[in-house]
């Protein structure tokens, strides 16, 4: 719809790039002449795309340093995690009606772009630049979407996304603005309040003598001792001890507890 409207307005549009982006068009355009008459909405949001990054969180194998090229766009295998929101995965971007976006229609996609809404209305977390491509203007938004539906669709489906307290089935990346850090941290002292404090003083400032009666350290005691470090105490909360019960924590949980516990240096 918006693309088609946009589609004879494409000189005009070409004209407003600046010369290194036309010359990056026109190189663009170049290399496919002969191969297909190449469509120049299409070219547009080709390179619009590239210079998002859009690839990077949308390609199997890019975050893990192999991306799987003849895959573009069919959605990532690593998960990007925001402390106590969750783990997000970028989606299938493909034409696939069932695993990508397919059974999207224009405006729909154009909305996930520019307002991070998606079509069952959830927010999509802010991994995913929304808030920075709300400027895109709209023939550039159109020329994404052109780019995207002349892709060949892949059938994949990415994982998740995740809660906070779920644990996710893949490789995951942790992004940890400083705001979120401190959420993070309250949400590992409140874990570490409801599963800990039976035998551990979990407080900021240990009392002291309710600790001594259990024989457990208190957080605040493991946490200055000079051999605590994230790794060690890792491997305590990863194994099975004598004197505290199996927790069968997740990877998640751990890093929340030990991020609290250090957070008492
Ligand atoms: C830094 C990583 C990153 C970049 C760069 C990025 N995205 Fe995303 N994108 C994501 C993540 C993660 C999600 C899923 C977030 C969620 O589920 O809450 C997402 C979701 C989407 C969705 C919604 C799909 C769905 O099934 O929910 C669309 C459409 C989308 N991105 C398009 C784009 C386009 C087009 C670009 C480039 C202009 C782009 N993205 C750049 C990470 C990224
Ligand atoms: C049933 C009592 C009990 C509970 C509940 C418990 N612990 Fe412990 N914990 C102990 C005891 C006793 C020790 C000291 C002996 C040992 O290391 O096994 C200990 C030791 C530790 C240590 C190692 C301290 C050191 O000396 O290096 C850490 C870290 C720890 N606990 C973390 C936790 C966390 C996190 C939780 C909550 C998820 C927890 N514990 C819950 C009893 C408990």
Request: hydrophobic residues 40%.
């Amino acid at each position: 719809m918006v693309a088609r409207r946009w589609r004879g307005e494409g000189h005009m549009n070409y004209r407003r790039l600046s010369g290194r982006a036309a010359v990056a068009v026109v190189l663009a355009l170049g290399g496919l002449a002969g191969a297909r008459a190449a469509d120049p909405v299409v070219e547009r949001g080709r390179y619009l795309i590239t210079i998002a990054s859009c690839m990077y969180c949308h390609t199997p194998g890019y975050f893990l340093g192999k991306p799987d090229i003849a895959r573009r766009f069919a959605g990532s295998d690593v998960g990007v995690e925001i402390p106590s929101v969750g783990v997000f995965y970028g989606p299938n971007l493909t034409p696939d009606k069932e695993t990508g976006l397919g059974a999207w229609t224009d405006a729909e996609v154009a909305a996930a772009i520019t307002s991070g809404r998606r079509p069952d209305g959830r927010q999509l977390a802010p991994i995913m630049p929304w808030r920075a491509f709300a400027t895109l203007t709209k023939p550039d938004v159109s020329a994404i979407i052109a780019y995207l539906k002349s892709l060949p669709p892949v059938r994949n489906k990415v994982p998740g996304p995740f809660g906070p307290l779920d644990p996710p089935t893949s490789y995951v990346m942790k992004v940890v603005p400083p705001e979120v850090q401190n959420v993070a941290i309250q949400v590992g002292g409140s874990l570490a309040e409801r599963w800990c404090a039976g035998c551990h003083d979990v407080a900021r400032t240990p009392q002291g003598a309710s600790a001594e009666a259990n024989r457990a350290p208190s957080f605040k005691a493991i946490a200055v001792r000079s051999s605590t470090t994230r790794e060690s105490l890792d491997r305590h909360l990863s194994a099975a001890h004598t004197g505290m019960p199996d927790f069968s924590l997740s990877r998640y949980e751990r890093s929340l507890l030990i991020g609290y516990i250090l957070s008492l240096r």
